[in-house]
């Protein structure tokens, strides 16, 4: 008998219910390609190489579950490992003398061939007496593992005599059977019942049973009652999923018809694949072989190992998980060169479906792997993309895509993509594509959408992807933008791709030498709440006489003599925006033609794509305090870092909180903007208009903002900023700003005036906050200690303090303005403070200055220099949407009437009594270590729940969980959040 077929899969002693056909398959090839492996499995394996099996990562993790909790796996060190069948150490284990029901039924059927049966008569035997040839050789490894069977020198499966006397059927367990299980024989009708299962091999299917049971005279009733005794007692088993009950034979008495073995010739299974394959091209994607080789005859182990077998021999070759099988076995079909191919119908079936392969971003990112024969190493995608109408970051998001739907995958450190939707270049036949005719881009300018609908009216509204960047070569817009808004309207349906041609609606696109009709906006209600909204339809009556754009510095202007001002103007923009109705770019506004169509009525007074605004707003940019806001921000090159605006306007004369404030309704206006997320700036011809001498500050500060030592408005004069220097000197110049309301109140000052001399001190240049949580005072403080902040002497030793000052976040004014916050989830953008805490009744400097006494007190951060953030239990996130749909923040009934303040429930977290010490072995386990690391980037708390929508999720995170659990460091909390106690997580 083949080794190969009783082999490493015993999966029937595994589980106590018989296992579906289907599934003992799987697990076939799972233990085979593990026991291939070494018998091991590392993450590496499961993530890149079993996927090319057809194993998603949830199969692999329940297969991998079922072996270990069966005994014949285990997952130690990282890695998963096989302990049984070939994978076995210590060699065979003894035999239980205890039969499962599908080990009785495979016995009785050997017994008629004398207990003992070759590769030939299994195949021919168990199938003709009702069980199928892959859970017999399945079930008689199972019995090699236990020692029940041994597999003899001529390569027959012999059962011993103990368990099978020949001819006879199998020696059964009968002792202690219980009295329910008495009764359950004794019952009407369970007799006859299990004469008739015996007569079908004592497993039928629920769709045999309505047949075959009133042939024989018990009724649908009958056959519930008994069948329902026979499960609850244990003597049968019915699943669900197949339909099949399965009665144990050591009460059935099943007496199949005998069979004589039968030799059957040996099928060449080689010329059978070939034969299958050379209607392919002689080509076969290993993600196809389910679908190629169905009702071929070979099972998909055989496939891989004939496929293997041929490159080993040299007749084939392999790439990209694509075999071609050379000529000297298999010759392609001729194929007539002058159709052009048809592309792979999207059927779903391993190729594109429809809605993605009418992307044009997809079919460039087709085009150029083509080019590379559908395989490119992860290191060559921004070169290889660098000329192409997507570039790099794009074409990684596109992999993405095609491995989640299972048409790429990483081989290595390459991609590689399905021969289905990928076929190399030089098999594809170009598809003839329209002339492109010279378009001369509209003398008005007009938007990007505008130039494209011209461009294609001018080409018939249909153009050949290949020709795009050929075609926007010379125009207004480059062939990147054209992709996108190809794509855009493709999504909107308003746009298709069929044989890579674009063509577009003729709705929206009037052909070459039509004249569009100019169009003022629809007044009839569209149904939408946003779109019928007066202020909306008064927006898009301006910019419709704008051509539907217009400068960001020209909105004031336009909207000066409408219903709608320019601050609410630029607020119903960010809406477009948001919904992809509208977008910024090159500094101007530009709404889409499908809502603003181009009227020739221009609105009064209106100045469409004027030049931009030089000359200050007689408001806002005639105010002294931006005058010298400006003026402060010219000697330091009209731009400066978010980090630095206390150090920089402080040393002007200016607080940092006004600085912001001011910063902010410049930003509102429009004439500065925060690039990078950090840098603000002023276009230099505002900067430079102020209209007068600026003052000397030279642009240290910025580039070098070391302290300033000389003291400003005598600031180092005043007595309480003396004691300040001197409790900081006593503590080396350098506090940490959890321990200022300690230290300073043992030396008789309160914190709450230590924090705010803190931030004069700051804001003078003459401190700083180092790390965002140490203040220092390098220049002006001279240490008169080294030692820690513990214990100097004249602040050691204090009076008691009975009536300690109320800490920061008790107060009325800091709990109004947590709540705005844990409204918008805890963190906001610099840019939106004012909006948001104005629309909830504070003022944007007092939430400012509240803002930077939480960072002082290292209760809040500014994280990448504009987003303010309050990570810690301080601030609870309520749920609400984002600062960008500000509909739950501008309501603000649930959030301007803080009091009473709801506390928090607190979710309740089992008490930890680890079993180990930190220092023990099982944290040096790269698993256990890498799943640590993850979650401590969450506050060492994870979300289980949401864990496994993660695409991809470790395998093995469950497994680390356990052995976490296990040890006394980790636990599940009322939220069903799994944690990991300290000191073994350190949240980062």
């Not at 926007?472 to 069929?498: E, K, M, P, R």
């Not at 696109?509 to 202020?535: H, L, N």
């Not at 729940?945 to 009322?974: C, H, K, T």
Request: charged share 15%; aromatic share 6%; with cysteine.
């Amino acid at each position: 008998m083949n080794l190969t077929k009783f082999g490493v899969f015993g999966v029937a002693a595994l589980v106590a219910a018989p296992v579906l056909a289907q599934d003992a398959a799987r697990v076939e090839l799972f233990r085979n390609l593990i026991a291939d492996n070494n018998c091991s499995m590392s993450e590496d394996y499961a993530a890149n190489y079993l996927p090319q099996f057809g194993f998603t990562r949830n199969e692999t993790r329940r297969i991998a579950r079922m072996l270990i909790d069966a005994g014949s796996a285990e997952f130690t060190e990282g890695e998963f490992y096989l302990l049984d069948g070939a994978c076995q150490t210590d060699g065979p284990r003894e035999a239980s003398g205890t039969l499962t029901d599908l080990q009785q039924q495979f016995i009785s059927i050997l017994a008629l061939n004398n207990c003992a049966a070759d590769e030939n008569a299994v195949q021919a035997l168990f199938p003709a007496n009702g069980m199928d040839v892959d859970t017999a050789f399945e079930i008689g490894e199972g019995l090699m593992d236990t020692g029940i069977a041994v597999l003899s020198d001529n390569g027959e499966l012999v059962v011993g005599a103990q368990y099978c006397t020949p001819g006879g059927g199998a020696v059964v367990n009968t002792a202690n059977v219980t009295p329910d299980q008495q009764e359950a024989l004794d019952a009407p009708n369970a007799g006859r019942f299990l004469e008739i299962m015996a007569q079908y091999g004592c497993q039928m299917s629920e769709t045999d049973a309505e047949t075959i049971f009133p042939a024989n005279g018990l009724d649908k009733g009958q056959v519930g009652a008994v069948a329902g005794g026979l499960i609850r007692t244990g003597i049968a088993s019915f699943n669900s999923d197949t339909g099949m009950l399965v009665v144990d034979s050591a009460f059935c008495g099943a007496a199949p018809v005998q069979v004589p073995p039968v030799e059957t010739p040996q099928v060449n299974d080689v010329d059978l694949f070939i034969a299958t394959i050379q209607p392919n091209g002689c080509q076969l994607d290993a993600t196809q072989v389910a679908t190629v080789f169905d009702g071929v005859g070979i099972d998909t182990t055989r496939i891989f190992e004939i496929a293997n077998q041929l490159v080993s021999e040299g007749h084939a070759t392999m790439s990209g998980g694509v075999i071609t099988v050379n000529g000297d076995l298999c010759s392609a079909p001729s194929v007539d060169p002058t159709p052009t191919p048809t592309p792979p119908v999207n059927t779903g079936n391993g190729a594109l479906p429809a809605d993605m392969a009418a992307r044009a971003d997809i079919q460039a990112f087709l085009s150029v792997l083509g080019d590379n024969n559908c395989s490119i190493g992860a290191a060559d995608v921004m070169n290889a993309f660098a000329n192409a109408p997507i570039d790099g970051a794009a074409a990684f998001g596109i992999s993405d895509e095609l491995i989640g739907l299972g048409l790429a995958s990483i081989d290595g450190s390459n991609l590689v993509v399905s021969g289905a939707i990928c076929p190399p270049a030089a098999v594809v036949t170009p598809t003839p594509t329209p002339t492109p005719t010279p378009v001369t881009p509209p003398a008005s300018g007009g938007s990007d959408l505008d130039v494209f609908l011209q461009v294609l009216g001018a080409n018939g509204c249909a153009i050949a992807a290949a020709d795009v960047n050929s075609v926007f070569a010379d125009q207004a817009i480059d062939g990147a933008t054209a992709f996108n808004i190809a794509s855009t309207l493709i999504n909107q349906g308003d746009a298709a791709v069929d044989n890579n041609v674009l063509t577009v609606s003729s709705n929206i696109c009037p052909p070459a030498g039509a004249t569009q009709v100019p169009v003022a906006p629809d007044a009839t209600p569209t149904g939408d709440p946003f779109m019928d909204r007066p202020d909306v339809r008064e927006f898009l009556t301006v910019m419709s006489a704008n051509n539907c754009e217009i400068a960001a510095t020209d909105v004031l202007n336009a909207f000066a003599n409408s219903s709608v001002d320019g601050n609410a103007a630029f607020g119903i923009a960010n809406e477009m925006v948001d919904r992809q109705l509208a977008l910024v770019q090159d500094g101007n506004l530009m709404v889409s033609a499908s809502i603003c169509p181009i009227s020739n009525t221009p609105a009064t007074p209106v100045t469409p794509n004027a030049d931009p605004v030089v000359q200050p707003q007689p408001g806002l940019l005639g105010r002294d305090d931006v005058q010298a806001f400006l003026t402060i921000l010219q000697a330091n090159g009209c731009t400066v870092s978010a980090g630095d605006v206390p150090a920089v306007f402080g040393a002007g004369g200016m607080d940092g909180n006004t600085a912001f404030g001011i910063a902010n309704e410049l930003m509102d206006a429009g004439i500065a903007e925060l690039a990078n997320g950090n840098m603000l700036s002023v276009p230099a011809d505002v900067c430079a208009g102020v209209g007068s001498t600026p003052m000397p500050i030279t642009p240290d500060p910025v580039m070098n903002p070391d302290p300033v030592v000389e003291p400003q408005n005598g600031l180092l004069d005043r007595a309480d900023v003396q004691a300040f220097v001197g409790v900081l000197s006593a503590n080396g110049c350098e506090i940490a700003a959890g321990d200022v309301v300690s230290v300073f109140g043992a030396a008789g000052m309160d914190g709450n005036a230590a924090f705010g001399i803190a931030n004069e001190l700051i804001d003078a240049g003459l401190a700083e906050l180092v790390n965002g949580s140490t203040l220092a005072m390098p220049g002006i403080c001279v240490a008169t200690t080294t030692d820690p902040v513990v214990t100097p002497d004249p602040v050691v030793t204090p009076d008691p303090v009975e009536a300690p000052q109320p800490a920061l976040t008790d107060r009325a004014d800091v709990q109004s303005f947590l709540t705005i916050l844990g409204a918008n989830g805890c963190s906001i953008e610099a840019a939106d403070v004012n909006t948001v805490f104005g629309a909830a009744g504070i003022d944007g400097g007092t939430a400012f200055a509240i803002a930077n006494e939480l960072i002082d007190a290292g209760i809040a951060e500014l994280v990448n220099g504009s987003t303010l953030s309050v990570p810690g239990a301080e601030c609870v996130a309520t749920g609400v949407a984002p600062v960008q749909t500000p509909d739950p923040v501008v309501t603000p009934d649930p959030v301007v009437t803080p009091d009473p303040v709801e506390t928090p429930q607190t979710v309740r977290r089992p008490v930890l009594t680890p079993s180990v010490e930190p220092d023990a072995a099982v944290f040096s386990n790269p698993n256990i270590a890498q799943f640590i690391d993850f979650i401590a980037k969450n506050n060492c708390t994870l979300d289980y729940r949401a864990l496994w929508d993660a695409d991809p999720a470790p395998i093995f995170y469950d497994l680390s969980m356990e052995q976490l659990i296990n040890l006394g460091v980790g636990a599940f909390d009322d939220n069903y959040d799994f944690f990991v106690a300290e000191p073994y997580c350190e949240a980062q």
